[in-house]
T-cell receptor
């Protein structure tokens, strides 16, 4: 069983829909990260959070430390949101916070 | 451009050849990380540096792999005697380590194809 599990693996939505991607992890963590990867490979960090909720534009990320679960929400989805969304965790080690363990990613396709 | 830069973006090599990739981090970032991503999988941690010191290496980093960051600025990742299983996207990221948590910035990656 992977330490970081994401669901769904693939998600197709119509423009304007509200989207939720889930992430569960099984290890103690110091932080959880949501990343976006477009075709071609480049990764952009969307959120880094260790508790509560963060919002940036149409993106919202929440984390429940007790339940070891995080969600990424996209409101009013748009075709330009189409990408792979990856959840990753920094294990609680006191060391490097970017020695990350990644989920396999969720491929989101938003159709116009 | 003040982002993380990786070169080359694509590399095709014959099995058995050596390849070297370069990563230029954001200039004030003292930590630099290498990851490998195979098709359909999330990235996997390979190694990281704080300044010029290589602080940790994953067991994924076999003896054929070596990474350096000689002056604490850019880093190179070399793969000797490449194998088809080395085909992957190699990603570099950097951040500034402080007592708090700082977000990292990723490069565009180098896609290696071993034929």
């Amino acid at each position: 069983k992977n330490e970081v599990e994401q669901s769904p693996q693939n998600l197709t939505a119509q423009e304007g829909e509200f989207i939720t991607i889930n992430c569960s992890y099984s290890v103690g963590i110091s932080a959880l990260h949501w990343l976006q990867q477009h075709p071609g490979g480049g990764i952009v960090s969307l959120f880094m959070l260790s508790s509560g909720k963060k919002k940036h534009g149409r993106l919202i990320a929440t984390i429940n430390i007790q339940e070891k679960h995080s969600s990424l929400h996209i409101t009013a989805s748009h075709p330009r949101d189409s990408a792979v969304y990856i959840c990753a965790v920094s294990p609680y080690s006191g060391g490097s916070n970017y020695k990350l363990t990644f989920g396999k990613g969720t491929l989101l396709t938003v159709n116009p | 451009d003040t982002g993380v830069s990786q070169n080359p973006r694509h590399k095709i090599t014959k099995r058995g050849q050596n390849v070297t990739f370069r990563c230029d981090p954001i200039s004030e970032h003292n930590r630099l990380y290498w990851y490998r991503q195979t098709l359909g999988q999330g990235p996997e941690f390979l190694t990281y540096f704080q300044n010029e010191a290589q602080l940790e290496k994953s067991r994924l980093l076999s003896d054929r792999f070596s990474a350096e960051r000689p002056k604490g600025s850019f880093s190179t990742l070399e793969i000797q005697r490449t194998e088809q299983g080395d085909s992957a996207m190699y990603l570099c990221a950097s951040n500034r380590y402080t007592r708090g948590y700082t977000e990292a910035f990723f490069g565009q990656g180098t896609r290696l194809t071993v034929v």
